[in-house]
């Protein structure tokens, strides 16, 4: 069964940081790219970030850029996403994705 668990959400204030993880199994993950999603409030979902199988090929959304960084640990089937300088927009839920499955989310809650 193809899983993926996101970890690491929390409450922090503007100017902070988190590092999400997600946990992937049931698939060889090697092969696939990874992305980061999130979904805030009254919002659609989005692609914050995304990493092709060997963090060859990189992409993070405009929104992203400069303050999050996505990696992999491909020996430990995870991928990272730290968040610095967070802002109260970053609230969301934040999802991974691959194979077009889905984690059940981690909430970033960032206050002002």
């Known amino acids: 069964e193809v899983q993926l668990v996101e970890s690491g959400g929390g409450l922090v204030q503007a100017g902070g940081s988190l590092r999400l993880s997600c946990a992937a199994s049931?698939?060889?993950?090697?092969?696939?790219?990874i992305g980061w999603y999130r979904e805030a409030p009254g919002k659609e979902r989005e692609e914050v970030a995304c990493t092709s199988s060997d963090n060859g090929i990189i992409y993070y959304s405009p929104s992203a850029k400069g303050r999050f960084t996505i990696s992999r640990d491909n020996a430990k089937n995870t991928v990272y996403l730290q968040m610095n300088s967070l802002k109260p927009e970053d609230t969301a839920v934040y999802y991974c994705n691959a194979r077009g499955i889905w984690g059940q989310g981690t909430l970033v809650t960032v206050s002002s």
């Open positions: 049931g698939f060889i993950f090697d092969d696939y790219s």
